[in-house]
């Protein structure tokens, strides 16, 4: 079954500690993101990447940062520098294609906690 | 500045009802929208979309309208059931920028009664 997995579901790290949020898809797919999502907010691009090695920055950047060595791999560490890493984080997926129209497919989420 | 606005945060529908969700964008260089449903803990799913070239797109039970002049668009759910019990969100995306990046709005929790 093609899809984009994310592990661990539930992620509990202590304050100042690095954490990696992992992401593989098999959909074959060009370009990856990574998503926040917070009580009452809709979901704000923290990273993209449409190509192996090479990403930018999204809307909310700070704090993050990701690697893509791999096309099927987008993992994003979340740093001791993000104030409120608390959230529920999604990755999704989506061919690239010039003049054509592709949604962009999600994974199940990760939830992090930082106690 | 929420570029993508969704300004009823839930709305309750009965059993067979047509649902209608609004979104609202300011940035006239969007030109593709898409509407995801979501359930809890879990990742969002597409639903429908539509290009700016067109002002209706169907699909089964769901048809998206777009009204560019008011920069608007709808879904509209008919009829509505209780498994559409979800949050909603819009998203908006301009084709022509390069970047593939879609910009959502804060989501509409529908919750649909029997």
């Known amino acids: 079954d093609g899809g984009i997995t994310q592990s661990p579901k539930y992620l509990f790290r202590k304050e100042g500690q690095n954490v990696t949020l992992s992401c593989e898809q098999n959909?074959?797919?060009?370009?990856m993101y990574w998503y926040r999502q917070d009580p009452g907010q809709g979901l704000r691009l923290i990273y993209y990447?449409?190509?192996?090695?090479?990403?930018q920055k999204g809307d909310i950047a700070e704090g993050y940062s990701v690697s893509r060595e791999k096309k099927e791999s987008f993992p994003l560490t979340v740093t001791s520098a993000q104030k409120n890493p608390t959230a529920f984080y999604l990755c999704?997926?989506?061919?690239?294609?010039?003049?054509?129209?592709?949604?962009?497919?999600f994974g199940p989420g990760t939830r992090l906690t930082v106690l | 500045d929420q570029q993508v606005k969704q300004n009823s945060p839930s709305l309750s529908v009965q059993e067979g009802r047509i649902s209608i969700l609004n979104c609202d964008y300011t940035?006239?260089?969007?030109?593709?929208f898409l509407w995801y449903k979501k359930y809890p803990a879990e990742g969002p799913t597409f639903l429908i979309s539509?290009?700016?070239?067109?002002d209706k797109n169907e699909d089964g039970r769901f048809t998206v309208f777009l009204n560019k002049s008011a920069k608007h668009l709808s879904l509209h759910i008919v009829p509505s059931q209780p498994g559409d019990s979800a949050v909603y969100f819009c998203?908006?995306?301009?084709?022509?920028?390069?970047?593939?990046?879609?910009?959502f709005g804060t989501g509409t929790r529908l919750k649909v009664l029997a």
């Open positions: 999704a997926s989506s061919i690239l294609a010039l003049a054509v129209y592709n949604e962009q497919f």
């Open positions: 959909l074959n797919h060009d370009a």
């Open positions: 990447s449409q190509i192996v090695n090479d990403f």
């Open positions: 940035n006239s260089m969007f030109d593709y």
């Open positions: 539509i290009s700016s070239i067109k």
């Open positions: 998203a908006a995306s301009s084709t022509t920028s390069g970047t593939y990046k879609y910009i």
